[in-house]
């Protein structure tokens, strides 16, 4: 999020790197931690499948980046900030990045002011945890579940501390 917010919008970066500083801070001890755990457990070799690059994922991403804006630009238009807080909260549900430039564009076109933008910004960020929370009991069974969800509760409170000390 730092990266795209960097190319965004610095103003915008400025106004949130406090809670990305701190959630970033939160992965960085839970990852840490979590690895040295498997470590002591010597778990034995890793998985290596998957791809780097798969063009349908960027296509798909484009999409999503097209409608999300178009989206948080009307609902700005219609219901003002209120609209703004509801698109980006919706969008993070299915990807965070998006959600995040269409408020860092809509603060760039003076719509919003770069403080404004912590709060939908970091909606749209618990939002996308919620749903990668979902994906990983879903998806990866409740032992997986219970490895990574604590992790990403951790990223979100403090996240949402560092936004409170703002």
């Keep these: 999020m730092v990266v795209v ?3 965004t919008n610095t ?3 400025r106004a949130v790197v406090v809670p990305l500083a701190f959630s970033g801070a ?3 001890f839970y990852g840490i931690a979590f690895a040295f755990l498997v470590w002591r457990q010597n778990s034995g070799g890793m998985d290596e499948r998957g791809r780097a690059f798969n063009a349908w994922t960027a296509i798909g991403f484009a999409a999503v980046l097209t409608v999300i ?3 948080s630009r009307a609902a700005e238009e219609w219901f003002g900030a209120s609209g703004v807080i509801v698109a980006a909260t919706l ?3 299915v990807n965070v990045d998006p959600a995040v430039i269409s408020v860092a564009t809509l603060a760039s076109a003076g719509k ?3 403080t404004e933008t912590a709060l939908p910004i970091l909606l749209a960020l618990s939002a996308n945890t919620i749903t990668k929370a979902i994906l990983c009991i879903y998806a990866g069974g409740y032992r997986f ?3 990574v969800v604590p992790g990403l509760a951790l990223v979100l409170l403090a996240a949402w501390t560092g936004w409170w000390l703002i």
């Design 145 to 147: 579940a219970l490895r």
């Design 112 to 114: 919003m002011t770069p």
């Design 69 to 71: 804006l178009l989206v």
């Design 5 to 7: 917010l960097a190319a």
């Design 11 to 13: 103003e915008v970066l």
């Design 91 to 93: 969008a993070g549900l």
């Design 26 to 28: 939160a992965a960085d």
